[in-house]
């Protein structure tokens, strides 16, 4: 029997065009090299196969190291059968679990399993762990610049000087307690109402949101929230997490140059889960606060509700549905308004 094949003499990476001769021993004899018109006797060599494992090509070692490398499959499982008293012909783990359906099914749903664990639990609980570990360095010159987004998307603040002085006189006393994360209170125009905090301390109130405060409450309800961002650092957290996610994603699909919809939605949808999570964290460090001053809960709700009413007027005539709701990072009103019910 002639098995076709590539040969390989050990000593060099050039590849033969063989032919493995078996005889009606069922031994190797020899390998003839097509090209060359030569014949290698095997006679007296000691080979071990290669385990199959899908439609990988097969590889024959011999003693010397030389290498004869073939993908006919049922010819050297046919060689195998006439050595399947010698432990080094068996097949290799791999292949009985990828020919086995029942440890296939078993297999998948570890995996599954695992990877729910990893996304849900240990991927946040690996974030949140660096966040709080991470050198107040760290956090000032990497994951924050109010320089970046002043270039890229704010523009300076259009308010009064007299209301900005105003607004800091009457959140100093609240952020006085906070030195060790080092709050300034920074105002911006250049984005619709929104209040954000940067993991450096930076808090920023756009133009747009202080014009549609109503009352101090309100303002210092908008703080609390932002400082519950800060002091819990979701900012941080959240930035380990994308890149974490990111990272698993990539390793999964094996995609790096073609990173579409398809594989970043999963991505896309986890981070803004984590994202409402962290929302509902900072409202209930909010209310928290909020109660220990024995400022009204109502004042957040107020707060609240005037954003939602400024972002429904900024959207009227244009189309909205339950996507809009789902794709949001914060969570809907009626969900605040529940939450401070419940507090």
């Not at 032919?19 to 390998?31: F, M, Q, S, Y």
């Not at 010397?64 to 068996?90: A, G, M, R």
Request: proline share 3%; hydrophobic share 40%.
């Amino acid at each position: 029997m002639l098995i076709e094949g590539t040969y390989l003499d050990g000593k060099t990476s050039k590849r033969h065009n063989a032919r493995l001769e078996v005889n009606n021993d069922h031994k190797i004899t020899a390998i003839h090299l097509t090209e060359q018109q030569t014949i290698l006797s095997f006679k007296h060599q000691f080979y071990v196969v290669e385990s199959r494992l899908g439609n990988t090509p097969r590889e024959i070692i011999f003693d010397d190291e030389q290498l004869f490398v073939c993908d006919n499959h049922d010819e050297i499982d046919k060689l195998i059968t006439w050595y399947t008293n010698s432990p080094s012909h068996k097949h290799s783990w791999l292949y009985n679990l990828e020919n086995n359906s029942k440890l296939i099914y078993i297999s998948t749903i570890a995996i599954v399993i695992l990877l729910y664990g990893i996304v849900v639990h240990g991927i946040p609980s690996t974030a949140k762990l660096m966040a709080h570990n991470v050198p107040y360095f760290t956090s000032t010159k990497i994951f924050s610049s109010l320089d970046i987004l002043d270039e890229t998307v704010f523009e300076p603040s259009t308010l009064p000087v007299k209301r900005q002085q105003d607004i800091r006189a009457l959140v100093a006393p609240y952020l006085s307690s906070y030195q060790s994360l080092q709050p300034r209170l920074e105002f911006r125009s250049g984005m619709k109402a929104n209040a954000l905090a940067l993991p450096n301390g930076v808090i920023v109130f756009t133009d747009d949101f202080i014009n549609l405060i109503q009352t101090d409450d309100e303002i210092i309800a908008v703080l609390f929230h932002e400082l519950g961002h800060l002091t819990q650092k979701h900012m941080t957290q959240r930035m380990i997490q994308d890149a974490m996610l990111t990272i698993m994603v990539v390793f999964i699909t094996g995609d790096v140059e073609t990173f579409d919809l398809v594989t970043g939605l999963p991505t896309l949808l986890l981070d803004l889960t984590y994202s409402r999570e962290f929302e509902t964290q900072a409202d209930t460090y909010a209310l928290t606060l909020l109660n220990k001053h024995d400022i009204p809960l109502q004042s957040f709700v107020d707060a609240m509700q005037n954003l939602e009413n400024y972002y429904l007027k900024e959207n009227e005539g244009k189309a909205h549905s339950a996507m809009n709701d789902f794709f949001s990072t914060h969570p809907k009103i009626s969900e605040r308004i529940l939450l401070v019910e419940q507090f």
